[in-house]
């Protein structure tokens, strides 16, 4: 069994940063891609941006430029850096791992607002 863990979620003011982290534990073998999403009220999931195995990154067109996906070496744990936050990057963030199977977190609530 695999677990996801995010973290880092909050409260920040428009303008702000944030650092979301995701932990995965359990049976993991290797090294897998893992994405981060995003869903805001009202609004279908969307994909922020997807790390290979091997470092590769890869961002949805909206989400270049202010947010940075890394990774840590050798773990599937991957953090999301969040910057010039807006009102409309409001949303719960999800962090997926793929594996033989997709595994999701459960989600941390981020909310920009004044």
């Known amino acids: 069994q695999v677990q996801l863990v995010e973290s880092g979620g909050g409260l920040v003011q428009p303008g702000g940063s944030l650092r979301l982290s995701c932990e995965a534990s359990?049976?993991?073998?290797?090294?897998?891609?893992m994405q981060w999403h995003r869903q805001a009220p009202g609004k279908q999931r969307e994909l922020v941006g997807s790390?290979?195995?091997?470092?590769?990154?890869n961002y949805a067109d909206s989400m270049e430029g202010r947010f940075t996906i890394s990774r840590d070496n050798g773990k599937n744990t991957i953090h999301l850096q969040m910057n010039s936050l807006q009102p409309d990057d409001t949303a719960v963030y999800y962090c997926?791992?793929?594996?033989?199977?997709?595994?999701w977190g459960q989600g941390t609530q981020v909310t920009v607002s004044s």
């Open positions: 790390i290979t195995g091997d470092g590769e990154i």
């Open positions: 997926l791992l793929l594996a033989d199977l997709d595994y």
């Open positions: 359990g049976s993991i073998a290797a090294l897998y891609a």
